[in-house]
């Protein structure tokens, strides 16, 4: 199975359940929130792949990337954290809101 293909699984539930928590008040701001986490860890995931890789900690084999890669690092790497930043806080607005313990 190749890179591209195991991310599909991820977008498509980050996707969804960020769409199902536009509902819940905040979605603006949780938004804007999210898109600025995920510039930065992009940011961050660019910096340290490629030095990662750069000094032979990993390789990815050709066959199983998409081909296009931002420095050393495969496009692939780059969506766990864009779904982390819109996974996370779309799944903590659709929690249950906590009475007072």
């Known amino acids: 199975m190749s890179y591209p ?14 769409l199902w928590s536009l ?5 603006r701001q949780r938004l804007l929130a999210s898109g600025i986490a995920a510039a930065v860890l992009v940011a961050l995931t ?11 900690l990993f ?4 066959d199983l990337i998409s081909g296009i890669r931002i420095g050393l690092a495969p496009i692939e ?5 864009v779904c982390a930043a819109f996974l996370v806080p779309a799944v903590f607005a ?8």
Request: hydrophobic share 50%; no cysteine.
């Open 46 to 56: 660019a910096v340290f792949d490629n030095l990662m890789i750069a000094v032979g």
């Open 77 to 81: 790497d780059f969506a766990y954290p």
């Open 5 to 18: 293909v195991i991310v599909v699984p991820f977008l498509i539930v980050t996707l969804a359940v960020t």
């Open 94 to 101: 659709l929690l249950p809101e906590r009475g007072p313990e």
């Open 59 to 62: 390789t990815y084999p050709e």
């Open 23 to 27: 509902r819940r008040p905040g979605a």
